[in-house]
């Protein structure tokens, strides 16, 4: 028989319920910390790879995008009151200069143990998420692989003016510069750049690169791999008239560049800031990133397999360059301007 004390118990019992519900709900809502991403990344994957981070984690990602070095340099003028908590960029110089400037945490060593060491800083603050080529892009109704120079060097001699377009403003050129300059040193780089100048077709960016020489405006040009992997996604076989040419023998024209990713030193969420990071190098985002149809870089997460239209990455020939030595691309920016290709 149901009495007045029953009843009482039941009401009880169901308040107790909600009560603990809406404690549990309130201490989720308050750990569901919103963190901010400053993203040198294609937009495109950036918020394909944010929207399911944000699914599995329940963490809120505000994504604040730029190109790499404009969002470093802020970063060094934000310092210690920057709102960033990660930061992912293409290249590693941009990585290089705020791990020099102090301005980067620990990397988590679950994290950094997901890539092979040889991708991410030396002193653990900041992991390498992927991988890509410099390569010569060329028409193929214009040049044969067999006349195209064995050297990005080469390019600079008289016989290749008007036939090579560049994209110097572009970010993705920085770090081939470095590179020059870090193997040839600073006269030698300042000569192939002025013979590049006096060679060369000047376009926005290496997209505006890859479609000139795909249309036959210029024979060939420096461009990173992804590049034309993104043109022939778009035109398909029929319409692709270009190819990539990937220098051999370690030639400096052939260099990797890696796209990482950092927590902010200054960051007020630095747990959830760690989780951004390791689900980058993590296998989810990986095979995210490889089957994107996007990107088209290389994962850096063993076991994880590229997009079939890439080049096998044991494969490519890189010249060694430490990414100490490669720098954080302030010396590359300087000879650019003194060449005035800037």
Not at 92 to 111: F, I
Not at 182 to 199: D, H, I, M, R, Y
Not at 257 to 273: E, I, L, Q, T, Y
Not at 314 to 325: G, N, T, V
Request: a neutral charge; proline letters at 5%; glycine letters at 8%.
């Amino acid at each position: 028989m149901t009495t007045v004390f029953s009843v009482r118990r039941a009401r009880r019992s169901v308040l107790a319920t909600a009560a603990a519900a809406a404690l549990m709900l309130a201490g989720t809502i308050a750990h569901a910390a919103t963190i901010t991403l400053y993203s040198a990344q294609h937009e495109q994957v950036v918020t394909q790879l944010v929207k399911d981070f944000e699914a599995q984690t329940g963490i809120t990602v505000k994504v604040r995008s730029g190109e790499g070095p404009a969002l470093a340099a802020q970063l060094v003028a934000e310092g210690d009151r920057t709102p960033a908590d990660v930061y992912f960029t293409e290249n590693s110089p941009e990585l290089v200069l705020l791990d020099e400037r102090g301005l980067l945490a620990k990397v988590d060593a679950s994290t950094l143990a997901a890539v092979p060491a040889r991708f991410s800083a030396a002193d653990g603050n900041w992991a390498g998420v992927l991988a890509r080529e410099n390569a010569l892009v060329y028409n193929t109704g214009k040049i044969q692989p067999k006349q195209l120079p064995p050297s990005l060097l080469d390019l600079a001699k008289p016989e290749w003016k008007g036939k090579v377009g560049i994209a110097p403003s572009d970010a993705d050129f920085l770090p081939l510069v470095s590179a020059v300059l870090a193997t040839k040193g600073e006269a030698a780089t300042l000569a192939w750049l002025k013979g590049l100048k006096a060679n060369a077709q000047i376009f926005d960016d290496d997209e505006g690169v890859t479609a000139a020489v795909n249309r036959g405006a210029v024979t060939t040009g420096i461009i990173n791999n992804y590049y034309w992997a993104r043109l022939h996604a778009e035109l398909g076989d029929k319409s692709t008239r270009s190819a990539l040419f990937h220098f051999a023998n370690g030639d400096v024209g052939g260099l990797i560049n890696v796209s990482g990713a950092a927590v902010m030193k200054a960051s007020k969420h630095n747990a959830d800031a760690q989780k951004l990071v390791a689900y980058l190098v993590g296998e989810r985002a990986q095979t995210l990133m490889a089957k994107g149809h996007v990107s088209f870089e290389y994962p850096l997460h063993p076991g994880v397999a590229p997009d079939p239209i890439l080049k096998p990455f044991d494969q490519l020939s890189p010249p060694a360059i430490p990414f100490a030595k490669l720098g954080d691309d302030s010396q590359a920016g300087k000879l650019l301007r003194e060449a005035g290709l800037l």
